[in-house]
């Protein structure tokens, strides 16, 4: 079965800070890991997304993430937070791209 | 190209009614999911069609709820009759092949 954890449902960072939002994940098969950004009333967003291959993947809006096996996860990061980034973010876990399941979510604060 | 278009965007009944959500996903995507989101949640499967076979529908409440995809290409879901705890938004995503989930703006049920 596979399962999401996000740590931290909120995280602030200033603007111009790094942001770091955390996903571990559990699976039984290899991974295809997804990070989606959701604004207010609105659907969600795919900002990037990890099937094979290289484990550093670059997504939109300047964000990225990293695979690491050995640990798990799949950290969503960016260099330098823009106030256009305050939205929800969510980490999400397929089975070989069928089946997808969710994090909680991470609601993002960017302060002026 | 347009995206997964949902209807209606917002929907307030009492609790004993009927409610229906429509959703018309990418030209093209065969795979359709419905999906319900909590506040401050994740979204979680409800139903995933293939053309028009529900292949996944384990998650959906059967007592209440229904769905159909009968032509493969649009889908309705219903609820009847809605209880305040369905109070949510419903969330349709669409999948061509191995590709990401397009998600639509959701339909933001709220049950009196």
């Known amino acids: 079965a596979q399962s999401v954890t996000q740590l931290g449902s909120h995280v602030s960072v200033s603007e111009g800070a790094l942001v770091l939002l955390r996903c571990n994940y559990s699976?039984?098969?290899?991974?295809?890991l997804f990070w989606y950004v959701q604004y207010p009333n609105q659907g969600l967003q795919l900002l990037l997304k990890?099937?094979?291959?290289?484990?550093l993947v670059k997504g939109i809006n300047g964000f990225e993430a990293e695979f690491k096996k050995s640990e798990t996860s799949f950290h969503l990061t960016k260099p330098s937070a823009h106030m256009s980034d305050a939205a929800e973010y969510f980490c999400?876990?397929?089975?070989?791209?069928?089946?997808?399941?969710f994090g909680t979510g991470t609601s993002l604060t960017v302060i002026p | 190209e347009a995206g997964v278009v949902q209807s209606p965007r917002y929907k307030i009944i009492e609790k004993k009614q009927p409610v229906a959500f429509w959703c018309n996903p990418i030209s093209g995507h065969n795979t359709l999911y419905w999906y319900l989101q909590n506040l401050g949640q994740g979204p979680e499967l409800l139903i995933r069609?293939?053309?028009?076979?529900?292949?996944?529908d384990s998650q959906l409440p059967k007592d209440r709820f229904s769905a159909e995809r009968l032509k493969g290409v649009d889908s309705t879901l219903k609820i009847q009759p809605a209880e305040l705890g369905d109070s949510a938004v419903y969330l349709c995503a669409s999948r061509q092949g191995d590709n990401e989930q397009f998600f639509g703006p959701g339909t933001r049920l709220t049950v009196l």
């Open positions: 069609y293939e053309n028009e076979e529900a292949v996944d």
């Open positions: 999400a876990v397929s089975d070989l791209g069928n089946q997808f399941y």
């Open positions: 699976s039984s098969v290899p991974p295809y």
């Open positions: 990890y099937t094979t291959g290289a484990t």
